[in-house]
């Protein structure tokens, strides 16, 4: 079965220290690779998507994320976090051997992000 | 934020008692998802829907079912609800079919099965 793997369940940082935060996926096809941030008590909000192109993708409150083809991976990182960045993230994958036709993601479990003073 | 609202925010009923959540969406978005939430698991798909009484089972269908009468509205349906159902539930849309679709969330209904 295809999956996403994120490594870290938990991450713990300082203030205005960098972060990267890991996602790996099995699929030997094409595919769309999505973040997503949940604050608390809150949906799951965009946070940045690789459709095409280039590689390096620039997303929203200063996050960015790699693909990389040859090691399965898409991780998500920013130079320097603020105690607002304390969430929840979502690494999601959409590819056409995931099984069905309508673009259904798959989610990996989540990586808790606490941003400490 | 997109137009999704899900009603009820929280509830609480009690095993073996029927339960229906509500997803109303104001973009005229043709595609709409359930997800549920736990620990540990992340998001995983129960139902989705391509169209007005279009529906398809997603990866955790078991003990629910879905019902799509107008675009707007997406229902998801717990017949004899259980303690395993206890979760958070998200409904999400997405305006065109495709893999290189986003979707778009609502805020979530906590449910609690005693």
């Known amino acids: 079965a295809q999956s996403v793997t994120q490594l870290d369940s938990q991450v713990p940082v300082f203030e205005e220290a960098p972060v990267e935060l890991r996602c790996n996926y099995s699929?030997?096809?094409?595919?769309?690779l999505f973040w997503y941030v949940q604050y608390p008590n809150q949906g799951l909000q965009l946070l940045l998507k690789?459709?095409?192109?280039?590689?390096l993708v620039k997303g929203i409150n200063g996050f960015e994320a790699e693909f990389n083809k040859s090691q399965t991976s898409f991780h998500l990182r920013k130079p320097s976090v603020h105690i607002s960045d304390t969430a929840e993230y979502f690494c999601a994958v959409s590819a056409t051997d995931y099984g069905g036709s309508q673009g259904n993601l798959i989610f990996g479990k989540g990586t808790k992000l606490s941003v400490k003073p | 934020d997109a137009g999704i609202t899900q009603s009820p925010r929280h509830k609480v009923t009690e095993t073996g008692t029927p339960v229906t959540l509500r997803c109303h969406q104001t973009e005229n978005h043709r595609y709409m998802y359930w997800y549920r939430q736990d620990p540990g698991h992340g998001l995983r798909l129960i139902h989705y829907?391509?169209?007005?009484?279009?529906?398809d089972k997603g990866e955790v269908s078991d003990g629910y079912s879905v019902s799509r009468s107008k675009t707007e509205d997406f229902l998801l349906t717990l017949e004899s609800a259980t303690s395993s159902q206890t979760s958070v539930y998200f409904c999400?849309?997405?305006?065109?079919?495709?893999?290189?679709?986003?979707?778009?969330f609502g805020d979530g209904t906590r449910l609690s099965i005693l």
């Open positions: 829907s391509y169209g007005v009484k279009d529906t």
């Open positions: 690789y459709l095409s192109g280039s590689t």
């Open positions: 699929s030997s096809v094409s595919v769309y």
């Open positions: 999400a849309i997405s305006p065109r079919q495709g893999h290189n679709q986003p979707q778009h």
